[in-house]
Each structure stands twice: as structure tokens, then as C-alpha cells.
């Protein structure tokens, strides 16, 4: 069993991960949804999007 040839398995490719492209909203698209937040929503949001914070480091905060 270990001798056996593995010619047959010549043309499979190794598996690789997918490539990931991080989503990003465009400066209008952000001030079109913090135009519509009002008070500590608005804040914590405007915080948010200048500092660079996930949404969960976010909540922690709030």
C-alpha cells in the first residue's frame, strides 16, 4: 500500500483558503447613516468610525 504510485493525483490542486476583501462604506455612505442617528447613538457611532472601532469594542465602551 505505501509503494503505490500516486501519479493518478497529478492534476488536483492543494485546497486554499478564500480570499477575504474587507467592506468598506464610502464617505457619503457614512454620513448618510450618521445623518439619521441623533444623541449617545450618534456618539458612540461618530466614535466609532474616526477611531476605527468594532462594533463590539464599541458596546464595551457605551
Known amino acids: 500500500m505505501l509503494e503505490t504510485s500516486l501519479a493518478a493525483l497529478d492534476g488536483f490542486d492543494c485546497a486554499h483558503r478564500p480570499v477575504r476583501i474587507p467592506v468598506v462604506s464610502t464617505p457619503a455612505e457614512v454620513a448618510a447613516v ?9 456618539l458612540v457611532a461618530s ?7 468594532r462594533l463590539i ?3 464595551r465602551c457605551a
Open 57 to 59: 469594542e464599541a458596546g
Open 47 to 53: 466614535i466609532q468610525y474616526g477611531s476605527g472601532l
Open 34 to 42: 450618521l445623518g439619521r442617528l441623533h444623541g449617545p447613538a450618534w
